[in-house]
């Protein structure tokens, strides 16, 4: 099961734990995402009515859903209301091509999965995310990370080779426990 899935579910029920959870999970992704359409300046608003949305929809959240996606729609609709609303004589027709594109469910998708890889990212082990941060987006070759890292080069390839094939379960799981963890 997702672990944003459990939390749409907790959601559904009301509990306020699982909004701050959402929240402290999915929050910067899901600012980045605004930022992208609405601009600096009212991202953070169209965050906050965003998770507003969220609570007062919750009891809609359908067990088998994917909750990122969920939450990732619900931002979406806010940015476009908000594109909308303005009273700008010209609002940045890219910037709306791509937001509605094919609905909007590409990039939403697009998203979504992003911030479940990141997630995935928080639930390795330190030494192995360090090696995968070091290697994706630091651009580090394996050698250039053994050397950072003061530690031999196999280390850094058994690291990544562990950590690239817990991040691939983890992600697949929708970012839940490592395989063989508990909740």
């Not at 559904?12 to 734990?17: F, I, K, L, M, V």
């Not at 476009?80 to 890219?94: C, I, P, Y």
Request: hydrophobic letters at 40%; a negative charge; aromatic letters at 8%.
């Amino acid at each position: 099961m997702e672990a944003g899935q459990a939390l749409g579910e907790r959601l559904a029920r009301r509990d306020e734990r699982a909004l701050e959870e959402a929240y402290a999970v999915y929050g910067q992704s899901l600012l980045a995402y605004l930022r992208r359409y609405v601009g600096p300046d009212e991202a953070e608003d169209v965050l906050q009515r965003t998770f507003l949305d969220v609570w007062r929809s919750a009891g809609r959240f359908r067990s088998g859903e994917r909750f990122s996606a969920w939450l990732f729609t619900i931002a979406h609709r806010r940015a476009v209301d908000t594109l909308r609303a303005r009273k700008h004589a010209v609002v940045d027709v890219e910037a709306m091509r791509d937001l509605i594109g094919e609905d909007g469910r590409e990039t939403v998708q697009r998203y979504a999965d992003a911030a479940e890889v990141r997630a995935g990212l928080d639930a390795l082990p330190d030494h192995e995310r360090e090696v995968l941060l070091l290697a994706y987006f630091g651009g580090l070759s394996q050698r250039e990370i053994a050397e950072r890292l003061d530690v031999p080069l196999g280390t850094v390839k058994a690291r990544a080779a562990r950590g690239t094939h817990r991040l691939r379960g983890l992600v697949a799981a929708g970012h839940g426990e490592p395989e063989g963890a508990h909740p």
